[in-house]
T-cell receptor, first 112, second 111 residues
Framework: ETGVTQSPTHLIKTRGQQVTLRCSSQ?????VSWYQQALGQGPQFIFQ???????GRGNFPPRFSGLQFPNYSSELNVNALELDDSALYLC???????????FGPGTRLTVT | AQRVTQPEKLLSVFKGAPVELKCNYS??????LFWYVQYSRQRLQLLLR??SRESIKGFTADLNKGETSFHLKKPFAQEEDSAMYYC?????????????FGTGTRLKVLA
């Protein structure tokens, strides 16, 4: 059984650019959630995907979007990057009927 | 508003001393409460959840609905307990697991 992986580890972007972050869920997990963790804060729920559909969203604007693929890998896309988007982005996968989620190591995004 | 408050950013205790990490929540219904832990250079992981009422690595947490608290306790701290601890709330779910995390408390256990 493989764990949750994320790529890239670190990323530097310029304000106004677009970014795509990737997550590979734990084997057999069909639900993935994305979180933003700003420095000194706890993770904040962005959205959740189940069977390739978004089925829950936190207080994030539409420029945060995602995709989930049939192999349960997923992407987080952020358009029109702002300085405040600088954060650690975590994905977490969960199996059907389970409430325990397994986190990836995160992608550190810096917007300059 | 739904909120999880961890009032201490940093808690330092000596090895063998009791530990209590505070967590208060704001939610009108019956949420589930969790403690997550992140050891140095490791990923965030579940430590324990209130519904299982279990002790993990010597830690316990009791849900006090009257005080809306879910404090994490351990009678004798060990150096390996040093980590970042996050309290999290999960509102009753219809399939969407919108966890709400606190800001975390860093526990340092001193030799």
């Amino acid at each position: 059984e493989t764990g949750v992986t994320q790529s890239p580890t670190h990323l530097i972007k310029t304000r106004g650019q677009q970014v795509t972050l990737r997550c590979s869920s734990q084997s057999g997990h069909n639900t993935v959630s994305w979180y933003q963790q700003a420095l000194g804060q706890g993770p904040q729920f962005i959205f959740q995907y189940y069977r390739e559909e978004e089925n829950g969203r936190g207080n994030f604007p539409p420029r945060f979007s995602g995709l989930q693929f049939p192999n349960y890998s997923s992407e987080l896309n952020v358009n029109a990057l702002e300085l405040d988007d600088s954060a650690l982005y975590l994905c977490a996968s969960r199996g059907q009927g389970m409430d325990e989620q397994y986190f990836g190591p995160g992608t550190r995004l810096t917007v300059t | 508003a739904q909120r999880v408050t961890q009032p201490e950013k940093l808690l330092s205790v000596f090895k063998g001393a009791p530990v209590e990490l505070k967590c208060n929540y704001s939610y009108s219904g019956s949420p589930e409460l969790f403690w997550y832990v992140q050891y140095s250079r490791q990923r965030l992981q579940l430590l324990l959840r209130h519904i299982s009422r279990e002790s993990i690595k010597g830690f316990t947490a009791d849900l006090n609905k009257g005080e809306t608290s879910f404090h994490l306790k351990k009678p004798f701290a060990q150096e390996e307990d040093s980590a970042m601890y996050y309290c999290a709330l999960l509102p009753p779910t219809s399939g969407t697991y919108k966890y709400i995390f606190g800001t975390g408390t860093r526990l340092k256990v001193l030799a």
